[in-house]
T-cell receptor
Framework: AQSVTQLDSQVPVFEEAPVELRCNYS??????LFWYVQYPNQGLQLLLK??????LVESINGFEAEFNKSQTSFHLRKPSVHISDTAEYFC??????????????FGTGTRLQVTL | KAGVTQTPRYLIKTRGQQVTLSCSPI?????VSWYQQTPGQGLQFLFE???????NKGNFPGRFSGRQFSNSRSEMNVSTLELGDSALYLC?????????????FGPGTRLTVL
């Protein structure tokens, strides 16, 4: 079984400030890691994912996340946030070993609130 | 390319009734997954269908069921509705339903049970 922990339920930050959203996971097998973003009244959109290779992955809108196997973490960072980044962010994992299983286990989400 | 569509977007039902939600995946996608999102439990996996077969199922009671048609469209049904079934139900599609495939989510159906 897997679990994902997002310790911060809310993160308030001023515009242009840096931000880090924390994600830790627990799994007895290898996992793929994902960050999804949910804007108000919308579904989830994939922000970035780690499958293999370089442990640092980047999104097209300036977010990055680093996979740390020893700490079982996949924290999301952005050096300078914008008002439009205000949203709910979900960390998720899927089990590598199940092969065909399209099952995501999500964290409880972190609400990023960017203000002027 | 059209995204994942879900109908209806909003639904109000009373306890004891049943409800059917529909999901049309992105063209060419053969896997459809369903998730329940609530403030208390967060996002929880319901089930996944691939080529009209249920391949994976979450920990939900038998009142929750689904099916997939030959055109990959999917429906989920909840019978004997309970107040606790009030939630946002999200559908996601992916090409093959493999663990590393990106899942594309629809806007969801918000179900309110009175």
């Amino acid at each position: 079984a897997q679990s994902v922990t997002q310790l911060d339920s809310q993160v308030p930050v001023f515009e242009e400030a840096p931000v880090e959203l924390r994600c830790n996971y627990s799994s007895s097998v290898s996992v793929y890691l994902f960050w999804y973003v949910q804007y108000p009244n919308q579904g989830l959109q994939l922000l970035l994912k780690y499958l293999s290779g370089s442990t640092l992955v980047e999104s097209i809108n300036g977010f990055e996340a680093e996979f740390n196997k020893s700490q079982t973490s996949f924290h999301l960072r952005k050096p300078s946030v914008h008002i439009s980044d205000t949203a709910e962010y979900f960390c998720a994992v899927s089990d590598v070993d199940t092969g065909t299983a399209s099952k995501l286990t999500f964290g409880t989400g972190t609400r990023l609130q960017v203000t002027l | 390319k059209a995204g994942v569509t879900q109908t209806p977007r909003y639904l109000i039902k009373t306890r004891g009734q049943q409800v059917t939600l529909s999901c049309s995946p992105i063209s060419g996608h053969r896997s459809v997954s369903w998730y329940q999102q609530t403030p208390g439990q967060g996002l929880q996996f319901l089930f996944e269908y691939f080529s009209e077969t249920q391949r994976n199922k979450g920990n939900f009671p038998g009142r929750f069921s689904g099916r997939q048609f030959s055109n990959s469209r999917s429906e989920m049904n909840v019978s004997t509705l309970e107040l606790g079934d009030s939630a946002l139900y999200l559908c996601a599609s992916s090409l093959q339903g493999l663990a590393y495939n990106e899942q594309f989510f629809g806007p969801g159906t918000r179900l309110t049970v009175l």
